[in-house]
């Protein structure tokens, strides 16, 4: 392994001026080297005549400059450079947009190896910004066979990569293996060492496949264990206030204006057994929409205060916290307990003041958005923070509230449920209670996917609605990520509706560019029913609770992903009455279909989740809210969800004989996870 700790800058080929520039990306060592895997291949294995070629192919050709460089400067930000290329079979184009530095690159006669993609044009074949390589007479080209592209920076390029890439895997010999032998037979691994060669020189591309799948297994068990790890040492090393006060918590949960679920009372019973140790508790409550998390989180902080703690509820909108601030009120106010508010849009001097309250202890538990995480919120006593919706969150940022307090107890509740084999990875450091059971009485929601002409009918069965009693929200389409042209689009639609279909009821509208006041007054029209039909952008997607509204319209509802889908249908179903979700779409393609067909026929948020992952596969699965996920160089969490089961698998097996993890009898595996995760050792 010595020769991987080798600094870089004794590596032939490199210099002070490339050493300098392989730090910029991120590269110190012969290991850092190597594990700069390539972006992209080329198979140069397969070179044409000039003859043979076809618009369409990807190859290489080799061939003579002909004449010189035909360089033209149509314009700022247009200039192209060309050259006519010969064989003795033919001859063809070579073009080169935006490349400045090309004009006049080669000679008349000067040999080319060029590897790229063929094209027709009006004067026969071209190939645009080709790679290539300058043959000179006695030398072959070393970019033959499978070649590696590397990420790079500006002032190295390819060739100077390889060349030191290769200098490198050259050398390489008796690497250990720090993976167990066990475990490399078992999953038909293949050795570090031949990865490693082949990953950056491979022979064929089924060898290139072998050492991927090496390395991609290695870097999902070393996150992994790397994160099983942060949560053992989390458990042996930190020190919480304990809360092993219980006085009231019964009788306060027996005078509750309803039973708890069988789920609620499950998880309720992990957290309060996890606020009663020393060990600081890290717990994600997983719950679908509507199962009833608010409750979890008000008995937990009720704990805490009990406990002579205050408490901080962190969630990640106004109308959220304004929300919860209420429902907090209500419950704990008569019993004495201080709460607080604190969003971005206090006056100055009513934020001083509540800050002082904080910070003396005259508030128990306060409520906010990211406002809470500012350096200047400092707590008397503070033993429990609780964070909604962690994906908007993100681990940073809850880490910065956890360290106001003396390793304070922490609890994330998220609405959006995830399979099992990423929660694992995404929440790795966390423990996990599910409410896996809706409150009882709770209709199922009936869903329909209307097409846009059908929209009429969509509006008429929601004034059915209206003429009972019920409320109704109207969610108009995403527009791209702009707030600004979304507020106007729903400003647009609420005057429509509500000169239109809902003339004879108060139409109330909601969105982002709104300031709190006028939030905070709209929503609380709609819960006193004032306001009817709320038109609204997708800031009602969180946590939004008003039982009587029945009728969730989706406009356009393609453009939403299905986890925000079933979010915002949460946003009806949750009171006594049936309930009603209108998909109104313009898109007949199979897809659009499929998905509006799954959000018809399910209403549990686990198969919504799974199903989403596997039509709209990778990267799109989170879409904007994918904070947090790991930084990882060649495995892709989505495209290698089976590599991250058998991973899974291998880990809770080593578990099993080590439940601490500490890989003494792996002493390489130990070693390893402790440099690249340094910090994590000590367990
Ligand atoms: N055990 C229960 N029995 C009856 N009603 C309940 C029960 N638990 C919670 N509720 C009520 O169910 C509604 C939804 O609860 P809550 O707002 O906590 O949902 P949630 O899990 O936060 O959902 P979302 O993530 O969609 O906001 C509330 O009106 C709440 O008072």
Redesign the pocket.
């Known amino acids: 392994m010595e020769m991987l700790k080798k600094d870089i800058q004794y590596i032939k080929g490199v210099g002070p001026k490339r050493l300098s520039l392989l730090k910029k990306l991120k590269i110190y060592s012969v290991e850092d080297m190597l594990y700069h895997f390539p972006r992209d291949y080329e198979n140069r294995s397969i070179s044409k005549k000039i003859v043979e070629l076809q618009p369409g192919d990807q190859t290489t050709v080799y061939g003579f400059v002909v004449g010189k460089c035909q360089s033209t400067y149509v314009r700022k930000g247009l200039n192209i450079n060309r050259y006519l290329l010969k064989d003795a079979t033919g001859s063809m184009t070579i073009t080169f947009f935006n490349q400045s530095y090309m004009k006049n690159k080669f000679n008349h006669k000067d040999y080319l190896m060029l590897y790229g993609k063929v094209k027709g044009c009006p004067k026969g074949l071209e190939m645009v910004n080709p790679t290539y390589e300058v043959i000179t007479p006695n030398e072959t080209p070393i970019k033959e066979g499978i070649v590696p592209i590397y990420p790079s920076t500006e002032g190295l390029n390819q060739k100077q990569m390889m060349h030191i890439q290769r200098n490198i895997v050259e050398a390489l010999e008796n690497l250990d293996d720090y993976l167990p032998e066990d475990m490399i037979k078992k999953n038909k691994l293949c050795s570090l060492q031949f990865a490693l060669k082949n990953i950056h020189f491979p022979t064929s591309l089924q060898q290139m496949k072998i050492a991927k799948y090496r390395l991609v297994f290695e870097e999902l068990l070393l996150l992994q264990l790397a994160l099983i790890k942060i949560k053992k040492k989390t458990i042996k090393q930190q020190k919480s206030i304990p809360l092993t006060m219980k006085d009231g918590i019964a009788s306060f949960i027996q005078g509750l204006p309803?039973?708890?679920?069988s789920a609620?009372q499950n998880v309720i019973g992990e957290i309060l057994k996890d606020l009663e140790r020393e060990v600081p508790m890290n717990r994600l409550v997983q719950?679908d929409?509507?199962?009833?998390?608010?409750?979890v989180a008000i008995i937990a902080l009720y704990k805490a205060v009990m406990n002579g703690c205050q408490g901080a509820f962190m969630v990640p909108t106004e109308i959220l916290a304004e929300q919860h601030y209420t429902s907090l009120k209500q419950l704990l106010e008569p019993m004495g307990i201080r709460i607080g508010l604190l969003t971005g849009s206090l006056t100055k001097g009513r934020k001083q003041q509540l800050l002082k309250e904080i910070q003396e202890g005259q508030i128990d538990i306060i409520i906010g958005t990211h406002a809470l995480i500012q350096e200047t919120v400092n707590f008397h006593r503070l033993a429990l923070v609780i964070t909604d919706e962690q994906h908007r969150f993100g681990v940073a940022q809850r880490a910065i509230l956890a360290e106001k307090g003396d390793n304070p107890h922490i609890l994330v509740m998220t609405?959006t449920p995830i399979p099992r084999t990423l929660a694992l990875i995404l929440y790795g450091d966390l423990d996990i209670s599910i409410?896996d059971v809706l409150?009882?009485g709770r209709k199922e929601i009936k869903t329909h996917s209307l097409i846009i002409e059908e929209k009429e009918r969509a509006y008429a069965t929601a004034k059915k609605e209206l003429a009972l009693g019920r409320q109704a929200y109207v969610v108009c389409p995403l527009v791209e990520e702009s707030e600004a042209i979304e507020a106007k689009a729903a400003t647009e639609i609420k005057e429509e509706l509500a000169a239109t279909y809902f003339v004879d009821y108060e139409v109330g509208l909601l969105h982002g560019k709104m300031n709190s006041k006028e939030k905070e007054t709209v929503m609380k029209l709609f819960l006193e029913n004032k306001i009817h039909v709320l038109v609204s952008t997708t800031v009602i997607e969180?946590?939004?609770?008003v039982?009587n509204a029945t009728m969730m319209i989706i406009e356009n509802a393609e453009r939403f992903g299905l986890a925000q889908l079933h979010?915002l249908r949460?946003r009806v179903g949750?009171g006594d009455f049936q309930s009603y979700c209108l998909l109104i779409h313009n898109n007949k393609s199979k897809i659009a279909k499929e998905r509006m067909k799954i959000m018809e026929e399910t209403t549990d948020g686990f198969i919504i989740s799974e199903r989403d992952l596997e039509i709209r596969g990778p990267g799109e699965f989170f879409g904007v809210r994918q904070h947090g996920l790991p930084d990882l160089k060649i495995a892709n969490l989505f495209k290698h969800i089976k590599v991250l089961k058998k991973v899974q698998g291998q880990v809770e097996e080593l578990l099993q004989e080590d439940p601490y993890l500490m890989l003494e009898q792996y002493p390489l595996l130990r070693e390893k996870l402790e440099e690249k995760f340094n910090g994590f050792q000590g367990t």
């Open positions: 309803f039973r708890l679920t609620q719950g929409v509507g199962s009833g998390k608010t409750i609405a409410i409150p009882p969180v946590g939004v609770n039982p979010q949460g949750r």
